[in-house]
């Protein structure tokens, strides 16, 4: 990526609260390649923010989302220069984000870098894992512990689904990806991703609501 | 041997995200609509379903934590500041 730094052209290209699911990253993608350094540096930060969300709720290892986030970062810095479709940067920066997990994760334990690899039952919320913090700041003290409440049940319930429901689920749930990003991201089809949803969203109910 | 009110409920569950999702035609959507206004134990089911949703979503737009943040944005004026120096050397 060129380090020229050009007048910006947009004030907030692609700009949103917090999350992913409003930000516009083809509108992101275009001002960083036009050279405006304040999109840029959005990019870098939202492909480390997928990154710490990937490996705490799909992974469920937060140890590992430095590691996660820094080769989230190179990746996005090295290649957004070269994407020429910039509609598809948003599925390639999962698809990037998800093999920057998995091989911080085989770094890390010598596993192999396949999803499946991330199953079973030793996974689990480790102990240095932080809770993600509730956007809205004004909510009563009640609300907020209740908040924290169902976020860590979430969690939980997350981390019981199959590795690739879990996957369809942060994608499509908590990322907001259509679902034919999620297909193409998963590489499976559209109907596929709906059936799996469904089943994935009837399970994490069931865990919700048990007592 | 399921009843049809049994057999109606679980096709209903079958179309429940679809439903969410606005994913229905007219006609499905509306089938879906009188059955959960006659069916209450349906309805309880849809409003648990849409909150599970909701809560997904919620965790989507939560911020990071700040010492996390502090460590991207370090990360990203690191990264930056080498490639600068990097270029002005060549």
Same mark, same amino acid.
């Given at each position: ?64 989302? *430095? ?29 990037? #984000? ?29 102990? #240095? ?14 609300? #907020? ?5 169902? @976020?860590?049940?979430? *969690? @939980?319930?997350? !981390? ?10 942060? !994608? ?8 034919? *990003? ?19 969203? !009837?399970?994490?109910?069931?865990? !919700?609501?048990?007592? | 041997?399921?009843? +049809? ?21 007219? &006609?499905?959507?509306?089938? &879906? ?8 134990? $349906? ?9 599970? &949703?909701?809560? $997904?979503?919620?965790?989507? +737009? ?5 010492? &996390?943040?502090?460590?991207?944005? +370090? ?16």
């Amino acid at each position: 990526m060129p380090a020229t730094v050009t007048k910006q052209a947009h004030a907030n290209p692609g700009v949103s609260r917090a999350g992913s699911r409003d930000t516009d990253y083809a509108a992101l993608l275009r001002a960083a390649q036009a050279g405006n350094q304040a999109a840029m540096e959005r990019l870098l930060m939202k492909s480390q923010e997928i990154a710490y969300r990937f490996s705490l709720l799909v992974c469920g290892h937060a140890d590992d989302a *430095d590691d996660a986030m820094q080769e989230a970062l190179l990746k996005t810095y090295r290649h957004a220069a070269q994407i020429k479709d910039p509609g598809a940067f948003r599925t390639w920066l999962y698809r990037t #984000v998800k093999n920057a997990c998995l091989i911080s994760r085989r770094r890390r334990v010598g596993e192999p870098a396949r999803l499946h690899s991330l199953d079973g039952d030793s996974l689990s919320l480790d102990g #240095v894992s932080q809770p993600l913090e509730l956007e809205d700041p004004g909510r009563r003290p009640d609300q #907020v512990l209740e908040n924290t409440r169902l @976020r860590r049940a979430l *969690d @939980r319930a997350l !981390l019981s689904l199959p590795p690739e429901s879990r996957l369809i689920v942060f !994608l499509r749930e908590v990322e907001g990806l259509s679902t034919r *990003d999620v297909a193409a991201v998963v590489g499976i089809s559209e109907a596929n991703v709906k059936t799996r949803l469904h089943r994935a969203r !009837l399970s994490l109910r069931e865990r !919700l609501e048990a007592p | 041997m399921k009843t +049809a009110a049994e057999r109606q409920c679980r096709r209903l569950l079958e179309q429940l995200s679809r439903y969410i999702d606005g994913d229905l035609t007219a &006609v499905e959507r509306k089938a &879906v609509a009188a059955h959960l206004r006659r069916c209450p134990c $349906c309805r309880t089911m849809a409003d648990s379903l849409k909150h599970t &949703v909701e809560l $997904c979503h919620e965790a989507g +737009a939560a911020r990071l934590p700040a010492d &996390v943040t502090r460590r991207a944005r +370090a990360r990203i004026a690191s990264l930056l500041a080498s490639d600068r120096s990097g270029r002005s050397r060549t």
